[in-house]
């Protein structure tokens, strides 16, 4: 069963467990102003959907990595709404805009993570002491607690540290991921701690 829950003014999330995956899946929803960035959406029940279109109008919707296409061209179709998908998705999304390093969507600046799954973005929101949303590379869930991508589903774990690494040049309190709970407080210094463990 999907769950929704407004985590702050500026962000919304959404969860359920996918059986197939035999993994929690979750959606990030940025909030600025009356628009909302929608960051790797799976289905919301009707209910769910009525509380995020309360939120602002659909303007985009962001993948972070090729294995997060999820249900965006749903989402996409139903809001008339563009998709940023990384480069390794464009035969799936043909219609997609394709993430470039430096490249920024409104005020989110799109960074590359070479080494996690194909095509791994994380995404920084400068905004309210900083935000950054992140695909596999990081994870957040029982029993693993806080945690790289396991070295099984990287394409170089050691390349994805390195990569992770240029995230501690930036500024933020916060951490949204694909597969966890968000980490609200001291997110940066508990991922500057994770690097050096």
């Not at 829950?5 to 990030?28: C, M, N, Q, V």
């Not at 799976?42 to 303007?59: D, F, K, N, T, W």
């Not at 219609?95 to 194909?118: F, W």
């Not at 540290?161 to 997110?187: C, E």
Request: net charge negative.
């Amino acid at each position: 069963m999907t769950e929704f829950a407004r985590i702050s003014p500026g962000y919304a999330l959404w969860h359920t467990y996918d059986r197939k995956l035999k993994a929690e899946l979750f959606s990030t929803a940025l909030v600025a102003g009356n628009e909302l960035t929608v960051i790797d959406p799976i289905a919301l029940l009707p209910a769910h959907r009525i509380e995020l279109e309360s939120l602002g109008r659909v303007a985009r919707i962001v993948i972070t990595n090729a294995n997060h296409a999820r249900d965006a061209t749903t989402f996409a179709h139903c809001y008339s709404a563009p998709i940023f998908a990384p480069p390794e998705l464009s035969a799936e999304l043909p219609h997609s805009h394709s993430l470039q390093v430096a490249h920024t969507i409104g005020r989110l600046r799109v960074i590359r993570i070479e080494g996690a799954a194909e095509g791994e973005f994380a995404l920084y929101h400068p905004d309210d002491a900083g935000t950054l949303i992140v695909g596999d590379a990081l994870i957040n869930f029982d029993p693993h607690g806080f945690t790289l991508l396991p070295r099984k589903y990287c394409t170089n774990q050691k390349q994805m540290i390195q990569s992770l690494r240029k995230l501690l040049d930036l500024y933020f309190v916060r951490i949204f991921f694909a597969h966890g709970n968000p980490i609200m407080i001291r997110a940066r210094e508990q991922l500057e701690s994770l690097l050096d463990s």
